[in-house]
């Protein structure tokens, strides 16, 4: 297909338009015009790069790309090579970033909701970012801090009390911490995000809402798969999944 045709249907159908932004969503590097496979990732790293060549990308999908809001503009050093690298194998590069954590079939979000078990109930905060569901029973946080870690193979940092028991969970992916305030006002059990800052202990401690520190990446890997299979479905593309690992 059509890279330009690839880059026009994955706007609309992530509605991107609606979302302010830190960064440029959708093409941020141009390869060659025809994509007949495409490869998805977490984040724009070299390795992820070097391993989507090996796996013949034409174009490649992440959640984190580059030109980051306040980050230094120049094209030097490791910016510079990694637009080298993807200039010098006419590899595309689209990123998607809040429009990918905010969708609610395929977003990192809901995706991350259907691992843990949970349906997503409603949307609320900041551009709709915070997700809201319910367990199907009752359960000690630390039964549920457990099944957490379990199914995406990363133990979480958990503050709060381990014999109490929970049911309504909200939740944000990724570097979503401050967002406990929106979930404190929800009046949820506990609040899921990937990382944690100093004042979240506290905000958890005195609040009474239990926190989960899940990891960035490791709750950031389902969106951008879903969405490869997704477009990979509809265009008949070839579509692979590439998972480098990262410990946060």
């Excluded at 992530?14 to 093409?27: H, I, M, R, S, T």
């Excluded at 989507?52 to 910016?79: M, P, Q, R, T």
């Excluded at 949307?123 to 709709?128: A, H, I, K, L, W």
Aim: proline share 2%; net charge negative; aromatic share 8%.
């Amino acid at each position: 297909m059509e890279l330009k045709q690839l880059v026009n249907y994955t706007r609309q159908f992530l509605q991107v338009e609606k979302f302010a932004d830190y960064c440029p969503n959708g093409l941020q590097v141009e390869g060659k015009s025809q994509v007949a496979k495409i490869v998805t990732g977490v984040s724009a790293s070299m390795d992820f790069l070097e391993a989507a060549k090996s796996a013949g990308a034409d174009a490649v999908l992440v959640h984190h790309g580059y030109f980051w809001k306040n980050e230094e503009a120049c094209i030097v050093g490791i910016k510079r090579n990694r637009i080298k690298f993807l200039l010098d194998n006419e590899m595309s590069l689209l990123a998607y970033h809040l429009p990918l954590d905010a969708h609610p079939e395929l977003g990192n979000n809901a995706q991350l909701g259907k691992v843990l078990g949970m349906n997503v109930q409603a949307f609320s905060g900041n551009q709709g970012l915070v997700a809201q569901g319910s367990l199907s029973g009752m359960q000690t946080l630390g039964k549920f801090s457990e099944h957490l870690g379990a199914q995406l193979g990363r133990a979480p940092l958990v503050i709060g009390d381990l014999s109490r028991t929970v049911k309504n969970i909200a939740w944000c992916t990724g570097g979503a911490q401050g967002y406990i305030t929106d979930a404190i006002e929800l009046g949820v059990d506990v609040f899921i995000s990937g990382e944690i800052s100093e004042q979240t202990v506290h905000l958890a401690m005195e609040s009474g809402v239990a926190y989960i520190a899940a990891g960035h990446h490791a709750t950031e890997r389902y969106g951008i798969k879903a969405l490869g299979e997704h477009l990979a479905g509809q265009f008949g593309l070839a579509h692979e999944f590439i998972d480098i690992h990262n410990p946060v």
